[in-house]
């Protein structure tokens, strides 16, 4: 009910919305753009400062609302703004993953890799050994390469070799994986 009212305001306020993504309003002119974006009840409003100002204006005379400023986190990502720009990170993601998987106490590394040995015996990615055992339900293996999986796609895409080939060991993950 509410998106409706909302969404009949905007358009008439010259906001264009896509069917793709109906939660998504943009108004651009010649030197200007806004876009109005809203996720269950909560809007981020992205633009230029003076159309931004203008569309927190108006819709504060037609609705309640409450500013709450520039958005800090917004669908697990936060947001940092900058002088220089906003920086997009998930460090109370990692930080929250890493107590999870008791790894908060580890050292960390330049580098998400290992190097790989052309020798088979010393290659830490090689498969499975029968006198091998594979790591039990109490290692939270896949939930732990679920969480890379999200943070690589989000924010890191330099882990995200290291997390792919990690996630072949799935079905046999064992204590050097």
């Avoid at 793709?20 to 876009?35: A, D, E, N, V």
């Avoid at 003076?50 to 669908?75: A, G, N, P, Q």
Wanted: net charge negative; with cysteine; glycine share 4%.
């Amino acid at each position: 009910m509410w998106y409706d009212r909302l969404s009949d305001y905007l358009m008439e306020k010259r906001y264009k919305s896509d069917n793709l993504c109906p939660c998504m309003f943009i108004k651009r002119t010649s030197t200007r753009f806004s876009i109005v974006v809203v996720y269950v009840d909560d809007m981020n409003i992205i633009g230029n400062l003076k159309e931004i100002d203008e569309t927190v204006t108006y819709l504060k005379s037609e609705f309640e609302m409450k500013d709450l400023e520039k958005t800090r986190f917004c669908l697990g990502l936060e947001l940092e703004h900058r002088e220089t720009g906003i920086l997009i990170h998930q460090s109370a993601y990692v930080q929250k993953m890493l107590r999870r998987f008791n790894m908060d106490k580890a050292y960390p590394l330049g580098t998400p890799m290992v190097t790989r040995s052309l020798d088979i015996k010393n290659d830490q990615f090689c498969p499975k050994e029968d006198d091998e055992e594979v790591l039990g339900a109490e290692i939270a293996y896949l939930s732990a390469i679920g969480a890379l999986l999200y943070l690589a796609q989000c924010t890191r895409p330099n882990i995200a070799f290291l997390v792919n080939l990690l996630a072949r060991f799935s079905s046999a993950s064992m204590q050097h994986h």
